[in-house]
């Protein structure tokens, strides 16, 4: 059983595509997260959220949208899509003393 | 704003070696303080959380001290395998909403 599972796993796209990346926890936690890591491998947290309500926006441009049907749903929305978003992204999730777990990552790549 | 920062960047030690990773952290109101580990191309895999009222963590040949009064939390690798090989994160966040990581240590260890 997969904690944290996002889907896709690598995402190759054109400049100005519009592109959505899948999130779910079967954990049960109430705060789920997404980050970004660029090529040196720097972790930047990009959203949170809790029981579905964006907590942090830590200055992401607008083309990133996020949205959480539900507490174990996560997704990101990247409109008008940029060389510069070519990273990988990571959905976590974690609650309260817990730790926080992550996903294995998509890779989005843009040319 | 929580800065964290990791010594050294990358270490090298033959099969068998401790060894002994570092974190700082510039703000001593961490919630809590977490270790992770990257393998290359993978996600983020939890290996020790620490919470903010405790000193230490132990898991098998893993060992996490957090001294919160200095800004540190150290992580001891008993007895290091190939199979240690890989990125550690240190994640210390002030609430629930941001894991705020440093840069990592990559370890690599000589069979």
């Known amino acids: 059983d997969t904690a944290v599972s996002q889907t896709p796993k690598y995402l190759v796209t054109q400049m100005g595509n519009d592109k959505s990346i899948k999130c779910e926890q079967n954990?049960?936690?109430?705060?789920m997260y997404w980050y970004k890591q660029d090529s040196k491998k720097f972790l930047k947290i990009m959203f949170s959220y809790n029981n579905k309500e964006l907590i942090i926006n830590e200055t992401v441009p607008n083309r990133f949208s996020p949205k959480s049907p539900d507490k174990a749903h996560l997704n990101l929305h990247i409109n008008s899509l940029e060389l510069g978003d070519s990273a990988v992204y990571f959905c976590?999730?974690?609650?309260?003393?817990?730790?926080?777990?992550f996903g294995q990552g998509t890779r989005l790549t843009v040319v | 704003k929580q800065e964290v920062t990791q010594i050294p960047a990358a270490l090298s030690v033959p099969e068998g070696e401790n060894l002994v990773l570092n974190c700082s952290f510039t703000?001593?109101?961490?919630?809590?303080l977490q270790w992770f580990r990257q393998d290359p191309g993978k996600g983020l895999t939890s290996l020790l959380l620490i919470q903010s009222s405790q000193r230490e963590q132990t898991s098998g040949r893993l060992n996490a001290s957090l001294d919160k009064s200095s800004g540190r939390s150290t992580l001891y690798i008993a007895a290091s395998q190939p199979g240690d090989s890989a990125t550690y994160l240190c994640?210390?966040?002030?609430?629930?909403?941001?894991?705020?990581f440093g840069a990592g240590t990559t370890v690599t260890v000589r069979a």
């Open positions: 976590a999730s974690s609650s309260r003393t817990v730790q926080a777990f």
């Open positions: 703000d001593s109101a961490i919630y809590n």
């Open positions: 954990l049960g936690h109430d705060t």
């Open positions: 994640a210390g966040p002030l609430n629930d909403y941001k894991l705020s």
